[in-house]
């Protein structure tokens, strides 16, 4: 593969980063620490989406984002996929139970949970996607490289924690979640259903995140956790979000509902 197919995917997701790290608690100094943690998520998400849209401007990725509603007719596809984010979000009702706050704490935390994962299916799935499909390469091979992509900028994440193994988790969800939002774009032939899912996807960690009721004890982070232990906790991961592994490769397997041709090729054919 050439150098240059790569070039522009690592470089957004790279500015991405970049973007996302960015110390913007200086521009709120003078509001509460909760209301700098919403006001800097919804800044972040903001600055992405505006990043992204001129990437796809400026290289003229519009054709390969998918944005026209020309396939609604065919969404029976994405029920599985569907189904399995709302089981996700059932199983993680206790972020839901346990939250404290207004309604319009609600609505904010929902809108800044809409503003970053269309940032990110923004940067992902139609920059780096709709880039590589263009470039030339089958839909397959493009939502995995982009996958790729997606799942490396969740590295950066251990700067904030310093959790090796929170980190490979999140990895690991992030990629096949990446091949199940991917093959979405491409089945459905809109990107505003990925980020339907990655939204609904979402919510429980943003609820947890901006939940106003005081935070339970922490745990003793001077326990000792071997290698063996942490090892364990990913084989763990990997088998309880099985299902999601299997949905996405059942997903991208799937030849009858994915396109023969990049839109670009099809548009050209």
């Known amino acids: 593969m050439k150098i240059k197919i790569w070039l522009l995917p690592f470089l957004t997701a790279i500015l991405a980063i970049v973007i996302l790290k960015l110390p913007y608690e200086r521009l709120f100094t003078s ?15 903001i600055l992405v989406i505006l990043f992204a849209l001129l990437i796809l401007w400026r290289f003229q990725l519009w054709r390969n984002a998918c ?17 399995l984010v709302l089981l996700f979000v059932v199983l993680s009702r206790k972020s839901f139970m346990e939250f404290q706050g207004g309604i319009s704490i609600i609505m904010a935390i929902i809108g800044i949970t809409i503003l970053r994962t269309s940032a990110e299916e923004l940067i992902c799935r139609g920059v780096m996607q709709s880039w590589f499909m263009g470039q030339g390469k089958s839909p397959k091979r493009s939502i ?17 924690h310093g959790d090796w193994v929170s980190v490979i988790n999140q990895v690991i969800f992030a990629f096949f979640m990446g091949v199940l939002f991917g093959s979405v774009v491409l089945m459905t032939g809109n990107i505003l259903f990925s980020c339907l899912l990655h939204t609904i996807t979402n919510l429980p960690a943003a609820f947890k995140k901006f939940n106003t009721r005081p935070d339970l004890p922490e745990l003793d982070e ?5 290698f063996g232990d942490s090892v364990l906790q990913v ?8 299902p999601l592994i299997v949905v996405a490769f059942y997903y991208i397997n799937h030849r009858r509902w994915m396109p023969e041709l990049p839109p670009a090729a099809q548009n050209q054919a």
């Open 144 to 160: 995995l490289l982009s996958s790729l992509i997606f799942a490396f900028m969740h590295v950066s994440n251990i700067l904030v």
């Open 31 to 45: 509001y509460t620490a909760y209301q700098q943690d919403r006001l800097v998520s919804a800044t972040k998400g």
């Open 222 to 226: 001077t326990a000792v956790v071997s």
């Open 67 to 83: 944005f026209p509603l020309n396939r609604v007719k065919k969404l029976i596809p994405i029920f599985p996929a569907l189904f």
């Open 235 to 242: 084989v763990v991961f990997v088998i309880i979000f099985s």
